[in-house]
């Protein structure tokens, strides 16, 4: 996926400087027909924005260098050449006026802040003096107050672009504490697990202890019980490490730095106590509330017995259930028919779960649904009691349900993914790693 998504990002880029590299090359052309002067500022200003559009305005970097060359170009030209009145250079002036407010706003909504102030200076004055070049020959008063007016433009640009900046930061911190939170609620899970294996070992030995004297041969099966036990709280651990490697390291205050309550509200990291652990044997009860609660009728098709779960999966598994189903029941409350399936996939040698709920859709469910909007669904639904979730007034909608069990998976070395299914449907899939029958 990594590879892929860098190819695209590689293809982008050359597709940006082929595009670039011919607009200026079209401005250079066209310079005998209009002037350079006319020509040259326009195609280096559209091609420069196209080449930020195409190719992405990440990294930062990327932007400066565009809006610094644009901006250059177009203040020299201001500066050294008095425009006459005709029709092809207010053409020109208008394409160019409008690529550098484009700029504007991409400086101010991606450049850090230490240089936005420089870059979004430099963008305005070439934007506001770009009306100098036909009225130069007006007094000094008249061009003070038609590059005044001009200025509006500008300060509309960086108004814009502080928006989209303030948009994407809300964004980043949100995803950031959807990611913690399950990070976190996965590592208490994982801490309640060893200690679970850690008592049964304790256990194990006393009792070992009390029956040495009569009975060796039965201190050889505690022995085996004990690094049974023993092997799964060092795995468990393993996988808490690898989730709290890149946690923040802050206390847990259950408010994000804005002073709310962590994307996902208190169910994932707030101060609401703890629900007793879930898996794969509560769900045939999640389906049954769920299948009470509205119009849907539902088909469970669960993995025969004898499948070995380890606990952190097993309680992943109804999350992710419960966060699915809560999609269908926000999102396409109309849908007639759902399917939740839990099975074996993989090999022997690579075993794995796969867990699918697959709804289909009505023509009003589709109204109200969007085959987007369910990846939109709200946070917290692997948290919230199976009786609560799909009661819409006791969610928080914060848009990041998925994501965070995404992060979830991942780190439990598996995949989810979530889109349009059929005509009108939508499928949520995940698979986990089981540990493999070989390994024995």
């Not at 007006?138 to 640009?157: E, I, N, S, Y």
């Not at 996988?239 to 390291?249: G, I, N």
């Not at 009728?297 to 598994?317: F, M």
């Not at 889109?419 to 449907?425: C, D, F, K, V, Y």
């Amino acid at each position: 996926m990594r590879k892929q998504r860098e190819a695209r990002l590689v293809t982008r880029s050359r597709v940006a400087v082929a595009v670039a590299t011919s607009t200026v090359a079209l401005g250079v052309v066209a310079a005998p027909f209009a002037g350079p002067f006319v020509t040259v500022p326009t195609g280096v200003a559209v091609a420069g924005l196209l080449g930020l559009l195409i190719g992405g305005a990440r990294p930062a970097r990327r932007v400066m260098a565009v809006s610094a060359a644009v901006s250059a170009v177009s203040l020299g030209v201001t500066l050294l050449w008095a425009a006459p009145n005709s029709t092809p250079i207010q053409v020109a002036g208008l394409a160019e006026l409008a690529a550098l407010i484009w700029l504007i706003v991409l400086v101010v909504r991606h450049v850090p802040v230490p240089q936005v102030w420089f870059y979004a200076g430099l963008a305005s004055v070439a934007q506001a003096t770009l009306i100098l070049r036909p009225i130069k020959a007006l007094p000094p008063m008249d061009q003070a107050a038609a590059v005044a007016f001009w200025t509006t433009g500008a300060v509309c640009a960086i108004l814009g672009g502080s928006y989209l900046r303030s948009l994407d930061a809300n964004r980043v911190r949100a995803v950031l504490a959807a990611r913690r939170s399950q990070r976190l609620e996965l590592a208490r899970d994982l801490h309640d697990f060893v200690a679970h294996d850690v008592s049964g070992i304790v256990v194990q030995a006393q009792a070992a202890q009390v029956i040495a004297p009569h009975d060796p041969d039965a201190v050889l099966d505690a022995l085996k019980r004990i690094e049974e036990a023993g092997l799964q709280a060092l795995a468990a651990m393993d996988r808490t490490v690898h989730m709290l490697h890149d946690v923040e390291e802050s206390p847990a205050t259950g408010a994000d730095d804005t002073g709310d309550e962590p994307a996902g509200g208190p169910e994932l990291g707030g101060p609401a106590s703890r629900m007793p652990l879930v898996g794969t044997a509560d769900v045939p009860d999640l389906v049954a509330r769920f299948a009470a609660s509205g119009q849907s009728t539902v088909d469970l098709q669960v993995a025969p017995d004898g499948v070995q779960i380890p606990r952190e999966v097993d309680t992943t598994v109804y999350r992710i259930i419960v966060e699915a189903l809560t999609n269908v029941r926000r999102h396409a409350p109309t849908a007639s028919h759902v399917t939740v399936v839990i099975e074996r996939s993989g090999t022997a040698g690579n075993p794995a779960l796969t867990v699918t709920v697959t709804n289909d859709s009505s023509p009003a469910s589709s109204a109200l649904a969007p085959a987007g909007s369910v990846g939109s669904a709200a946070s917290a639904a692997s948290a919230v009691p199976a009786s609560a979730a799909f009661d819409a007034g006791e969610r928080r909608g914060g848009g990041l349900g998925l994501l965070g069990l995404t992060e979830r998976v991942e780190a439990l070395g598996g995949r989810l993914s979530a889109g349009p299914h059929g005509s009108a449907g939508w499928r949520t899939t995940a698979s986990l790693p089981l540990p493999s029958t070989e390994s024995a």
